[in-house]
């Protein structure tokens, strides 16, 4: 195999769930519980499903426990973690994540849905819960990447 010597198309910048600087960072390891494996994605919300054993689910209405962070650490034939296994969640740093909206810029709040725990930039909606002392920091959105972005969570 030949080594590449120019950059993959949509690997610009990050990838989702990696953190993105160097800089205070704070994580919770959890368990994961969410209604469906395939909303594990890594980048996304996660809050507490129950907080007696620590468990967390994607979305969900509950406290927020962090973004799902570590996505290399897990050797996976899929693109998402599966229940019962134990992830990452970061609540203060900088991490690559994938928008579902476009056109965020820097400074823009950030906000998740209720549901899957994917990610938006603006003002929270029906559906929607904001994150607290979040936005999108260092990272505007491109016409290479239009949703990755990299948000800052900060205490």
Request: glycine residues 12%.
């Amino acid at each position: 195999m030949a080594i590449p010597n120019q950059i993959l198309p949509g690997l610009v910048s990050g990838i989702p769930g990696e953190i993105a600087f160097d800089g205070p960072t704070r994580a919770l390891s959890a368990l994961i519980a969410s209604a469906s494996d395939a909303v594990n994605v890594f980048g996304r919300a996660f809050t507490y499903a129950d907080e007696a054993v620590e468990s967390v689910q994607a979305g969900g209405t509950g406290k927020f426990a962090g973004i799902m962070i570590a996505p290399k650490s897990h050797a996976l034939d899929f693109d998402y973690a599966l229940n019962g296994g134990v992830g990452e969640f970061l609540f203060m740093g900088e991490v690559y994540v994938q928008l579902s909206t476009t056109g965020g810029t820097i400074g823009d709040l950030v906000w998740f849905d209720n549901t899957t725990g994917a990610l938006g930039h603006g003002t929270a909606t029906t559906g929607q819960t904001q994150i607290a002392n979040c936005e999108i920091s260092r990272h505007n959105v491109s016409a290479e990447t239009p949703t990755l972005a990299v948000i800052k969570l900060t205490q």
